[in-house]
């Protein structure tokens, strides 16, 4: 599976791989698929249409894409001559303008990421195709899990809580609700809680321990465990997580 290819990291002579991942349309990754690592972009785009029409029952799609993934080549191999299948590439900057103010396309197909999530893959130990796979596999679960936990988080940290609030007609400038504004020159929530980024708010719950404490209680040595006592930004946390430290089974 790993091979030379066309290194988007300019990172030549260094076997690669590719994979692709499918978000919905609020940004939530929802399938991911690994190629090898010489597999061209335009190549890729017919598995694609296939996972998208069979696997999720889309039947009306319009794909996105530069020349790279849509060629001339799918457009009559792939999309022509496929009902429900339209396709953009190489708009100008008006034109997609255009198109989003009449509602033809979705907005979060250009919008900038408001909400940048990193898929760390590297490094990558395995040689094998099918743990390559399983690798990948296991960095897309914790990317899934990462998009809930910044929703849910979302009030305590430096992002918006309501995505609708992004205005149609100004698609290429992104302007800060009045809530993001607040938070981030305050730098407090509305509950007077300090605001955190993503990763700091994690360091801070990682100081949440489970302690073994041994006593000695008439003449003989007792021990148990005892979990530290969160902080209110860490309770806040963990309420808008919906998770308890209380053991109930």
């Known amino acids: 599976m790993a091979a030379y290819g066309y290194s988007r990291d300019k990172k030549k002579g260094k076997q690669q791989i590719v994979f692709g991942i499918l978000c919905n349309q609020e940004g939530c990754p929802i399938a991911v698929e690994v190629f090898e690592g010489n597999r ?5 785009l017919g598995q694609q249409i296939a996972k998208v029409q069979e696997r999720f029952g889309i039947s009306q799609v319009i794909w996105v ?4 993934t849509i060629t ?3 457009i009559i191999d792939e999309l022509k001559e496929n009902d429900g299948l339209q396709w953009i590439t190489a708009l100008t900057k008006p034109q997609i303008r255009k198109l989003a103010e009449v509602e033809n396309i979705q907005l979060g197909l250009f919008d900038r990421c408001l909400k940048t ?3 760390k893959v590297r490094p990558i130990y395995h040689y094998l195709d099918h ?3 399983a690798h990948i596999f296991l960095c897309f679960l914790a990317y899934y899990v990462e998009w809930h936990m910044r929703e849910a988080l979302a009030p305590i940290l430096f992002e918006e809580v309501d995505n609708d609030l992004i205005n149609p007609s100004n698609l290429f400038q992104y302007k800060p609700s009045s809530e993001v504004k607040k938070k981030t020159g305050s730098k407090r929530t509305s509950d007077g809680l300090p605001v955190h980024s993503f990763s700091t708010l994690l360091s801070d719950l990682a100081t949440i321990n489970l302690n ?4 000695t209680l008439q003449g003989e040595k007792v021990s148990f465990e005892k ?4 902080t209110v930004v860490q309770q806040k946390a963990l309420d808008l997580l919906g998770v308890s430290l209380i053991c109930t089974q």
């Open 40 to 44: 061209l972009d335009h190549k890729t």
């Open 65 to 68: 894409g530069d020349r790279g």
């Open 72 to 74: 001339d080549a799918n």
């Open 117 to 119: 999530i990193d898929l």
């Open 131 to 133: 743990r390559v796979k």
């Open 212 to 215: 073994k404490i041994s006593i």
């Open 227 to 230: 979990i530290t006592q969160p």
